[in-house]
C-alpha cells in the first residue's frame, strides 16, 4: 500500500509513519521542515516540500497513493480565520489533491473531540450528530469534517480526545513538570470527566481506519473506554513519577481573567498560541468523554493502554529521552 501522512514529522503524524513502515507500506510524507524530516527520509519515506496551501505539492505528495492520512492541524492561531484556513481549507485542498490524480484514494481524516464539543457527565458522546464545538479550533476542525463529508472520496473521520505518549512536548510534558514539583494545577475542584488514548493506540486505530471497510462514512471516537477525572489524572501522573501531588484548585474567573489577557496580547502582536480566553470554554466543562465502542466493534481495536500504565509509560519515555 502507498500511503501519504500529512504532519508527518508531529507527535501524532510520526507514530501514523513508524506503523506504516513497520507493516512495509510505502510512505510520502508531506513536510514543511526537510531538517525536521531527515529521519524520515533515512527510513525510506518519499519527502514532498510544502504545506496545506501548496496545491501544487499537494498534488505531487498525492499522485498514486491508496490511503490519505491527513493528521496536520494548526492547534494554536492568531484569530478564528487563521484557523479555518489552515484546518478548513487545508483539508478541502487535500481532498482536491487526491481527487487530482484520477484514481479514488481513501481519505481519513484525524479530527478532534472539540469537534463535536463537551458531553453530559456520565453520557460519553458517539459520533456525529448535535456537535456544539466551544472554541475557535473546536469549530475549524467541524468545518474539516464538512468537507470532507461533501466530497466523494471514501473517507473515515476519527476524533481522538486528549492524547499522550512518547514525544508529546506540548500537553503533557507540562502537567509531568508540575507534578514532579509536588503540586499541579486542576481546572475546577478536579471533577472534570475526561476521555483519553495513548499514542501507540491512536496510531493503530488510524491505520485500521484506512483499512477496515466497516468504517466507511463514518465519524468515530477514538479512546480507552476508561473514564476518568481530571484530580485522577494528576493522581496516575504522580504515581508514575512516584510522588504525592497536591491539586491546586483554579477557580474559574482566575483562569478566564489570565487567557483573556494572554489572548489579547497575542492577538496585538499576531501570534500564534493556544491561550486564549475561549480555551476556558473547555476547561470548566463537566466532561470530555467519547464512546468507543462503535470503533471497538466495527474494526477490533483494543486499545492497550489505561491511563495508569500508558501515563507510567510515557514517564519512562520522557526519563530516557531526558526531558525530565
Known amino acids: 500500500m502507498r500511503a501519504l501522512v500529512t504532519g508527518a514529522t508531529g507527535f501524532v503524524g510520526s507514530h501514523v509513519v513508524d506503523r506504516l513502515l513497520e507493516r512495509g507500506h510505502e510512505v510520502v510524507a508531506l513536510i514543511r521542515s526537510p531538517a525536521k524530516a531527515q529521519g524520515l527520509q533515512e527510513r525510506g519515506v518519499q519527502l514532498v516540500r510544502g504545506d496545506l496551501g501548496?496545491?501544487?505539492?499537494?498534488?505531487?505528495?498525492?499522485?498514486?497513493?491508496?490511503?490519505?492520512?491527513?493528521?496536520?492541524?494548526?492547534?494554536?492561531a492568531v484569530d478564528e480565520a487563521e484557523f479555518l484556513q489552515a484546518n478548513?481549507?487545508?483539508?478541502a485542498n487535500v481532498v482536491r489533491a487526491a481527487r487530482a490524480g484520477g484514481?479514488?484514494?481513501?481519505?481519513?481524516?484525524?479530527?478532534?473531540?472539540?469537534?463535536?464539543?463537551?458531553?453530559?457527565?456520565?453520557?460519553?458522546?458517539?459520533?456525529?450528530?448535535?456537535?456544539?464545538?466551544?472554541?475557535?479550533?473546536?469549530?475549524s476542525k467541524l468545518a474539516s469534517e464538512v468537507v470532507v463529508r461533501e466530497q466523494p472520496l471514501p473517507w473515515t473521520i476519527l476524533r481522538p480526545p486528549t492524547i499522550y505518549g512518547p514525544r508529546d512536548r506540548d500537553n503533557f510534558i507540562a502537567i509531568f513538570k508540575a507534578a514532579r514539583s509536588g503540586f499541579s494545577p486542576v481546572f475546577g475542584d478536579g471533577s472534570q470527566q475526561l476521555s483519553m488514548v495513548h499514542v501507540d493506540d491512536l496510531a493503530e486505530a488510524i491505520l485500521l481506519a484506512g483499512e477496515s471497510p466497516a468504517v466507511l462514512g463514518g465519524t468515530y471516537y477514538t479512546n480507552h473506554p476508561e473514564?476518568?477525572?481530571s484530580a485522577e489524572l494528576v493522581e496516575h501522573v504522580g504515581r508514575a513519577l512516584g510522588r504525592s501531588v497536591r491539586l491546586v484548585p483554579l477557580p474559574e474567573w482566575l483562569t478566564r481573567s489570565a487567557l483573556t489577557v494572554t489572548g489579547a496580547w497575542a492577538a496585538a502582536f499576531r501570534q500564534r498560541t493556544i491561550l486564549r480566553a475561549d480555551?476556558?470554554?473547555?476547561?470548566?466543562q463537566a466532561a470530555w468523554t467519547g464512546d468507543p465502542a462503535p470503533f471497538i466493534a466495527a474494526t477490533g481495536w483494543t486499545p492497550r493502554f489505561d491511563a495508569r500504565t500508558g501515563l507510567a509509560h510515557t514517564a519512562e519515555w520522557y526519563r530516557t529521552a531526558g526531558w525530565l
Open 88 to 91: 478548513r481549507e487545508g483539508t
Open 103 to 139: 484514481g479514488d484514494p481513501r481519505l481519513v481524516l484525524i479530527s478532534s473531540m472539540a469537534a463535536g464539543g463537551p458531553a453530559e457527565r456520565g453520557r460519553p458522546r458517539q459520533g456525529a450528530g448535535e456537535d456544539r464545538p466551544v472554541t475557535m479550533y473546536g469549530r
Open 227 to 229: 473514564v476518568l477525572t
Open 54 to 76: 501548496d496545491i501544487p505539492a499537494l498534488t505531487t505528495a498525492a499522485d498514486g497513493v491508496d490511503v490519505v492520512y491527513h493528521v496536520a492541524a494548526l492547534t494554536g
Open 279 to 284: 480555551k476556558a470554554n473547555e476547561f470548566y
